[in-house]
């Protein structure tokens, strides 16, 4: 399954960025969708995640109220709006699918946030 992230960058302290990755339609379609990040030196997180029917979305802590995952259904498309960042969000970000009880993995598109 391939999935395809862009949109990450260098942007300064409290800018904005919207990362978006598409997935085959057999893939999304059906599927909750996350968002995960690895900054250097640390384990992989779950940042946010959004139900197939974008009824339901979930948040780690730290990106609550500046970061928001939606998804466009008709363009096989999950989107991470991401604003006020931090220079601790920093990290390669990685969208992510389930799919028989396996995780399959985009490449992963860097952001970078200067102070």
């Known amino acids: 399954v391939q999935l395809q992230a862009s949109g990450g960058g260098l942007v300064q302290a409290g800018g904005s960025l919207r990362l978006s990755c598409s997935a085959p339609?057999?893939?999304?379609?059906?599927?909750?969708m996350y968002w995960y990040r690895q900054a250097p030196g640390k384990q992989r997180e779950l940042v946010a995640r959004i139900t197939a029917d974008s009824s339901s979305t979930t948040y780690t802590g730290s990106v609550k109220d500046r970061f928001t995952i939606s998804r466009d259904n008709t363009k096989n498309t999950v989107y991470l709006q991401m604003n006020t960042l931090k220079p601790e969000d920093t990290a390669v970000y990685y969208c992510?699918?389930?799919?028989?009880?396996?995780?399959?993995w985009g490449q992963g598109t860097l952001v970078t946030v200067s102070s």
């Open positions: 992510a699918v389930v799919l028989y009880s396996k995780f399959h």
């Open positions: 339609r057999s893939a999304f379609s059906g599927n909750v």
